[in-house]
C-alpha cells in the first residue's frame, strides 16, 4: 500500500519525506488555506520534495474553468495530479483531462456508485472519505470494501482507491487488509503508526542492559 501525505505544510512534507516512506502528497483548498502562503508556488515546492503524484484541486465549479485550471495546475509539473469534485462537471473534466495524459484524483467520494463514474471518467485515483462518513454514521471503511471490489471485477481498469479522510492507525490498518491502493494520511497519523509502548519499553532495556556491558559498536 502507498501512503501519502495529506498537507500543504512544506516544512512537514520535507519532513516526513525524509522517512523513506512517503510516496505522494494530497491536498485541499482547506488544507492549503492552513498552511497559508501562494497555492501555486507551494505545489510548485511540494512537487521538488516529492517525485510521486501531488494532488492539487481546483476551486471552480464549472466544466470550462476546471479545465482551465486544471491545465495550469497541470503544467507546474510532471507529477500534478489534478484534483476535481465529483459533480458531473467535475467528471467532464476528469474525462477532458484524463484523455490529455493529465493524471486526476476525483474526490468527495461518497458512495461506490459515484466511484464508478469516476473509474469510466479515467480518473487516475478515487478518494473515498472513510472519516467524514464515519462522522456521519456510515461506514467508511464499509465504502472502501465496496469500491475495492467492484474495481477488482475489472482487470482493465487503471483507476488506484486512495482512501482519504485518515483519522487513526485503525483506519490504515484495515484499508491494508482491504487491499485500497494508496492511503492519504495526515502527518500525525504517520507518526502515530510509529508508536507501541512495549516498543519504547523494549528499547529502554536494551540500551540499560547494553551500557552495563561498557562496550560501543562504532
Ligand atoms: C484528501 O485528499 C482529502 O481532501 C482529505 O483526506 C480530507 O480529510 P478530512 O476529512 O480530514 O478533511
Redo the contacts with the bound molecule.
Sequence with gaps: MKFFI?TADIKEIAALSETGLVDGV?T?P?LVAKAGGDFIATVKEICKLVKGPV?AEVTATDFETMLAEGNKLAAIASNVAVKVPLTPDGLRTCKALSDQGVMVNV?LCFSAAQAILAAKAGAAFI?P?I??LDDVGQNGLELIGEIVQIYGNYTDLKTEVLA????HPIHVVECAKIGADIV?L?PNVLRMLYKHPLTDKGLEAFLADWQKTGQSIL
Design positions: 495529506d494530497t485541499n482547506s494532488s474526490t478518494s472519505f472519516g467524514r482519504a479522510s485518515a483519522r492519504t495526515p
